[in-house]
Every structure is written in structure tokens, then in C-alpha cells.
């Protein structure tokens, strides 16, 4: 009798999750989803800040200030009949600016407001500019060096790498890169173990002189595969994508060539073949395919959280956390972005810690595969 091997499981897996056309669209939508979303909203963010080189304000008592008048139209500020902003420069600002006093100007405008925001900042800027200029010219006029005044300043300098300013947008990246791994499995683990034991077909197929561990090996490949190709595309269409946007008013850019995206792909690989082997686990547990990908769905939110938390704590990374999944995968990807280097052991327990959990995965689905009530769906 015939002795069916993995790659007959692989290729019949492969063909069944091709043939579902909506599934794979649904995959490629969300995978691109990402991406796509993050170049619109920065795109939308440089726009504005290019913008705003005119900023209109409604401008009350410009003749007692024609001095800041000019200031205000040098930087482009238009004094118009309607605006967001409105400043009003006081009916005595001559004579207190003739007295050495301090003078206030008003700048009234809605700061709940977003659209408000920019342009209130900007004009309140060129006023204290103005302000601390008139400052050092009353301190010489005194004979006192503008010196005196500020005793101590700040001298900030960045110690950041070049490659590192891009660390703000691939730390939401990252996430996206993480997530995608899961995703690209969910799907095909679902189908391939849930799905065949409604269809009854799963049965069939294990009573068939073929080994518990092959079947669950054959499945487990061919959900690995649509895992790493799910991350590939992520990270091929986000380096794609944000090549052709313009960053530059957003202090942010893309700082993942195409070698360092290799490098990516290379280390997920084995959180790709984890959450094959999980969700394989899962669905295997779960009674009915809506079960499974209700299940999925719940256990996909997990490394998402994870993620999301290591990068608002902004957490120290520990040799250790390299050994757990999702852990030690966005440490890397932070690492890679800020030009830093693995050191052998960092790589070793990236690689291995996954693995060998992935191993045990496997045992534990193929150890299900011999068990009547998960075979049959039997109720407990």
C-alpha cells in the first residue's frame, strides 16, 4: 500500500488554499492594509506641515506694531478679515514699549481645534522671537551683554544614527510585521484542520497508511509557507510604498533597505513556523471551523498587545527576551532599524528559542492527531 509522505500533504494543502480565491484576497487586503495606511497618514502629515507656509490671522491693533507687522509678513503670516487666529496688539503698545515695559499681545484662538494648532504655534513663535530680539537690544542699549540674561543654556545634539530617525514610524511597522506572520497562517490552519474535520475529511485521510506526524507536518509547511509569503509582501510593499512617499517635513524616514529586509524575513521565519504551529493547535482543539476562527482571531490580539506594550514602555532589552517569540522579534526589528548589530547569542536565541517551541508545538499537534475526540470532533 501506498505510503504517503509530507510533500503529498504540502502540495494538497497548497492547491485546496489557492483555489480560495476570496481567502487569499482578504489576505492580501489586510496584509496591504497596513502599509498603505501609515504612507496616506504620513503623506497627509508632510502635506500639512508644507502647507503651512502662509498662515492667515485676524489681526486688531497692526498700527500700534508696525515693526511686528513686518515681522509677521516676513514669516508669512497674512493679516486677513476671517481667520482661526486672531491677535490683538494693545492701544498703548508704543508707550509702554517707550517706558521698557513688558507688553502683552493677545492670541486668541480655538486650540481644541487640530487645524488651529499649527498656526497659533507658529504666530505665538515669531512674537517671542521678536520679544527676546527687543530684549538684547534694551540690554545693550544699558551697556549689559544680552549674556547676563541667560547664565545657563541647553546645547541639545543628537546621538542618534542617521538610519535610528526612522525608528518612530518602523516601531508601528514592526507591530505590522509581527501581526502579518499571523495572519498569513490563520486562514490556512483554520481550513486545514477545523475545515477537513467538518468535511470528514480529515478522517479519511488518517486512515490512510500515513503517520499522525506527517499529516501534521504537511500542514504545518504549507501554513508556515503562506506565513513568510504574508511577511514578505508586507515588507515588500511597505518598502515599496514609502520609498515614493515624501517624509521629509515629518521628521521621520524609511531606514530598511532591501538587504536589511532579507535580514527580516530570515529571523521571522521562525515565528512564521510558531504560529503555523499554533494555530494548527488551536484550530485542531476548536470544535467547528467558526469556533477556530473565532479562536484565532482572540489569540492573534495577543502578540499585538505584546508588541504595543514593549514599544509604549519603551522596555530595556534583556538577553533573555531574544528567546521568546514576539519578544526577542520586536527587539531585533528595533535593533535593525537604530543600525545595531545581533550578537551571536542575541541571533542563537532568537533562532533557537523559537524552534525549539515550534518543535514542541509539533509534538503536541501530532500527539491531537492520535486522539479519537479530536479526530471526530467528539463532544467532552
Not at 514669516?75 to 521698557?100: C, L, Q, S
Not at 509569503?229 to 524616514?253: A, D, K, Q, W, Y
Not at 467547528?288 to 514593549?310: E, Q
Request: glycine share 8%; charged share 20%.
Amino acid at each position: 500500500m501506498r505510503l504517503f509522505g509530507w510533500r503529498a500533504i504540502f502540495e494538497k494543502e497548497l492547491k485546496d488554499n489557492l483555489r480560495d480565491l476570496r481567502s487569499m484576497v482578504v489576505l492580501v487586503a489586510f496584509t496591504a492594509f497596513g502599509p498603505s495606511f501609515l504612507a496616506v497618514s504620513q503623506t497627509l502629515m508632510a502635506e500639512r506641515v508644507k502647507g503651512e507656509s502662509d498662515v492667515e490671522v485676524v489681526l486688531r491693533g497692526g498700527e500700534h506694531a508696525p515693526e511686528l507687522v513686518r515681522r509677521f509678513e516676513a514669516h508669512d503670516i497674512r493679516p486677513v478679515e476671517k481667520a482661526d487666529v486672531e491677535v490683538i496688539i494693545p492701544e498703548d503698545y508704543e508707550t509702554r514699549m517707550a517706558r521698557g515695559e513688558t507688553i502683552r499681545v493677545e492670541v486668541i484662538a480655538d486650540r481644541s481645534r487640530l487645524g488651529a494648532q499649527g498656526p497659533t504655534q507658529r504666530i505665538e513663535r515669531v512674537i517671542q522671537t521678536y520679544g527676546q530680539e527687543l530684549g538684547v537690544l534694551r540690554l545693550l542699549l544699558r551697556g549689559v551683554p544680552p549674556s547676563v540674561a541667560r547664565p545657563v543654556v541647553a546645547d541639545p545634539k543628537d546621538a542618534a544614527k542617521p538610519q535610528a530617525r526612522g525608528a518612530v514610524l518602523m516601531g508601528f511597522l514592526a507591530i505590522y510585521f509581527l501581526f502579518s506572520a499571523f495572519i498569513g497562517s490563520m486562514g490556512v490552519s483554520a481550513d486545514s484542520a477545523a475545515g477537513e474535520r467538518e468535511r470528514s475529511s480529515l478522517e479519511v485521510l488518517l486512515a490512510q497508511p500515513i503517520l499522525p506526524q506527517t499529516v501534521f507536518v504537511g500542514k504545518w509547511l504549507c501554513a508556515t509557507l503562506f506565513s513568510v509569503v504574508s511577511v514578505i509582501f508586507t515588507i515588500g510593499l511597505s518598502r515599496l510604498v514609502f520609498g515614493l512617499m515624501p517624509l521629509e517635513g515629518t521628521g521621520m524616514n524609511w531606514s530598511l533597505g532591501w538587504i536589511e529586509g532579507l535580514g527580516v524575513v530570515l529571523f521571522l521565519g521562525p515565528l512564521c513556523g510558531f504560529a503555523s504551529a499554533l494555530q494548527l493547535c488551536v484550530s485542531f482543539w476548536a470544535k467547528t471551523y467558526k469556533a477556530a476562527s473565532m479562536s484565532l482571531n482572540m489569540l492573534n490580539v495577543i502578540p499585538m498587545v505584546l508588541a504595543f506594550g514593549i514599544m509604549l514602555q519603551e522596555i530595556e532589552p534583556q538577553t533573555w527576551m531574544y528567546a521568546v517569540p514576539v519578544f526577542g522579534h520586536q527587539q531585533m526589528l528595533v535593533s535593525m532599524v537604530r543600525g545595531e548589530v545581533l550578537s551571536a547569542v542575541q541571533a542563537l536565541l532568537l533562532m533557537g528559542g523559537t524552534s525549539l517551541l515550534t518543535v514542541a508545538l509539533i509534538g503536541v499537534g501530532t500527539f491531537m492527531l492520535t486522539q479519537e475526540k479530536i479526530v471526530f470532533g467528539q463532544s467532552s
